[in-house]
């Protein structure tokens, strides 16, 4: 009879222990999506707690999924914040970063914005129309031009101008026209039409 009561408190002992701490201690999932993270940096915190540092991800899209590694409770309270982002990016915010835990929480997002530099350069020799492409930007430039400017490009992205279409009875070479965009605008870009 002792041994029930003793079971019954021990019960009781634990179940106020559990109500008193949100349901459990770290049954639940904290996570959500990303989208801009094209190189490693990106550090989150929940709370102020431990750092969590989001891998990048293998395709070339920059979005993907993240876990914290530490569970939470039941009806714990979550502030999902940013504590570094990648030297690539302007910002990274971070949505529905806040609330209280009730089913595994995978709602969470962080949306950086990556910088974007000038990709421009000079013109020699036009006579005619001449049309300039990098990837889907087209620039369409007439007789006299001296000088482009292209498209923005995300820093770290690949770049190639190159002519499109050349003009009438000239023919235009483009001189360090491909590369990767670094940290400043590209203004260097050379395109020398002849005769």
């Known amino acids: 009879m002792k041994s029930s009561y003793l079971r019954a408190g021990a019960a009781l002992a634990c179940t106020l222990a559990l109500s008193a701490c949100g349901g459990g201690d770290?049954?639940?999932?904290?996570g959500g999506s990303f989208a801009g993270v094209t190189k490693t940096g990106l550090v989150l915190t929940n709370n102020g707690g431990s750092d969590?540092?989001?891998?990048?991800?293998?395709?070339s899209t920059g979005a993907?999924?993240?876990?914290?590694?530490?569970?939470?409770?039941?009806?714990?309270?979550?502030?999902?914040?940013?504590?570094?982002?990648?030297?690539?990016t302007e910002t990274c915010e971070v949505r529905q970063?806040?609330?209280?835990?009730?089913?595994?929480?995978?709602?969470?997002?962080?949306?950086?914005t990556i910088k974007t530099h000038e990709l421009k350069g000079t013109i020699t020799g036009l006579k005619g129309e001449l049309v300039l492409v990098n990837g889907a930007d087209r620039q369409t430039l007439g007789a006299g031009a001296t000088s482009f400017?292209?498209?923005?490009?995300?820093?770290?992205?690949?770049y190639g101008v190159a002519v499109l279409q050349q003009p009438a009875n000239q023919s235009c070479t483009v001189a360090n026209g491909s590369g990767t965009m670094g940290a400043n605008d590209v203004t260097n870009v050379v395109v020398t039409c002849a005769p």
Not at 26 to 30: D, K, W
Request: proline share 6%.
């Open 97 to 112: 970063g806040r609330g209280r835990a009730a089913f595994h929480v995978q709602t969470v997002q962080v949306i950086c």
């Open 64 to 88: 993907g999924t993240f876990a914290f590694p530490t569970l939470v409770s039941t009806d714990d309270q979550y502030n999902v914040e940013v504590k570094a982002r990648p030297s690539n």
């Open 26 to 30: 770290g049954e639940l999932v904290l």
């Open 52 to 59: 969590y540092a989001v891998p990048v991800p293998a395709n």
């Open 149 to 158: 400017t292209m498209a923005k490009v995300s820093e770290d992205a690949a």
